[in-house]
T-cell receptor
Framework: DGGITQSPKYLFRKEGQNVTLSCEQN?????MYWYRQDPGQGLRLIYY???????QKGDIAEGYSVSREKKESFPLTVTSAQKNPTAFYLC???????????FGEGSWLTVV | GQQLNQSPQSMFIQEGEDVSMNCTSS?????WLWYKQDPGEGPVLLIA?????ELTSNGRLTAQFGITRKDSFLNISASIPSDVGIYFC???????????FGKGTLLTVNP
C-alpha cells in the first residue's frame, strides 16, 4: 500500500532518555513534516524538510532533532531536553510547494 | 507562529442536521485545506481549495475559499453518526511549505 508509515504507534519513555520516532513514505514526496498535537489542541509544526539533507525548524523545535538522509525517511528524535514530551506526534508529506499534505497515523509518546 | 481562528470550537447536533464551520485569518492564504481527524488517528484530507471563490464538494461536504482569501467554510449536509470527529482547517500563507492549522471543531452527532 502507498502511504506514510509511522512507528511505533505507542512509545513510553523514561525521563532523561532520548527516543526516536520513525516516519517512512513511499509516495515519492519531496517534503516531509513533523507535527505535535496535545489533547484538545491543534497541530504545531516541529520540523520540516523540503529536500534530502536539508531541514528547517518549525514553531516548536526546541528539544527535538531530525535527519533527512533519504527521501523516504524523516525520523524525529525527542531528546531529554524536551521538558514536556508527552503528546501525539504526526508525520506528514507533500509533493511540492503549495500541494496538499498527507498524514501518517500518528505515534503516542508518554513519559513515565 | 501564525494562527487561524476556527469556529465553533465544538458542536453537538442531531443526526440529519446540517453543519457549518469556518476559519478566518488576518492574512491572505494561497491554499485552504479541510481535514477530519478521528480519535487517535492522523488527519485525513477532505477537501483542498486553491483559488479564491472556489466552491468544491465531496459527497455531503462542501467547502469554499473566501473571495478575500482570508476565510473558508465547510458545510456538512444531512449529518450521520460517522461524521463525529475533529475537523481542522489549514492553509498556506507565504511559504508554501509551512501549513498553519486552526485549533479544530469537535463535532458530536446524536443518533
Amino acid at each position: 500500500d502507498g502511504g506514510i508509515t509511522q512507528s511505533p504507534k505507542y512509545l513510553f519513555r523514561k525521563e532523561g532518555q532520548n527516543v526516536t520516532l520513525s516516519c517512512e513514505q513511499n509516495l515519492n514526496h519531496d517534503a516531509m513534516y513533523w507535527y505535535r498535537q496535545d489533547p484538545g489542541q491543534g497541530l504545531r509544526l516541529i520540523y520540516y524538510s523540503q529536500i534530502v539533507n536539508d531541514f528547517q525548524k518549525g514553531d516548536i523545535a526546541e528539544g527535538y532533532s531530525v535527519s533527512r538522509e533519504k527521501k523516504e525517511s524523516f525520523p524525529l528524535t525527542v531528546t531529554s531536553a524536551q521538558k514536556n514530551p508527552t503528546a501525539f506526534y504526526l508525520c506528514a508529506s507533500q509533493t511540492g510547494s503549495g500541494n496538499t499534505i498527507y498524514f501518517g497515523e500518528g505515534s503516542w509518546l508518554t513519559v513515565v | 507562529g501564525q494562527q487561524l481562528n476556527q469556529s465553533p470550537q465544538s458542536m453537538f447536533i442531531q443526526e440529519g442536521e446540517d453543519v457549518s464551520m469556518n476559519c478566518t485569518s488576518s492574512s491572505i492564504f494561497n491554499t485552504w485545506l479541510w481535514y477530519k481527524q478521528d480519535p487517535g488517528e492522523g488527519p485525513v484530507l477532505l477537501i483542498a481549495l486553491y483559488k479564491a471563490g472556489e466552491l468544491t464538494s465531496n459527497g455531503r461536504l462542501t467547502a469554499q475559499f473566501g473571495i478575500t482569501r482570508k476565510d473558508s467554510f465547510l458545510n456538512i449536509s444531512a449529518s450521520i453518526p460517522s461524521d463525529v470527529g475533529i475537523y481542522f482547517c489549514a492553509g498556506h500563507s507565504g511559504s508554501n511549505y509551512k501549513l498553519t492549522f486552526g485549533k479544530g471543531t469537535l463535532l458530536t452527532v446524536n443518533p
